[in-house]
């Protein structure tokens, strides 16, 4: 039986994407939480540089979002 590449299916992506948005908004939630409890300096920057990229990740899936939104929409 021949193997290729899995046909393109992008009729979930959006949904797909929006769930990794709301898991990254939850951990930046709660590493907020982190930030008020009695941590050493370099942990809490630590915590604050991974929230800055999480942000970053945020705002490009949300344009990912947009852009398969868009995407599905020409394909109806």
Do not use: W
């Not at 039986?1 to 994407?17: E, I, S, T, W, Y």
């Amino acid at each position: 039986m021949p193997r290729g590449p899995k046909p393109d299916n992008r009729r979930d992506n959006v949904d797909k994407l929006r769930e990794q948005v709301v898991n990254t908004i939850e951990n930046l939630e709660a590493s907020h939480d982190m930030l008020h409890r009695d941590l050493p300096e370099d942990q809490k920057e630590a915590i604050r540089d991974k929230n800055r990229r999480r942000r970053h990740s945020i705002a490009g899936k949300r344009e990912e979002i947009r852009d398969e939104y868009e995407f599905q929409q020409k394909q109806e």
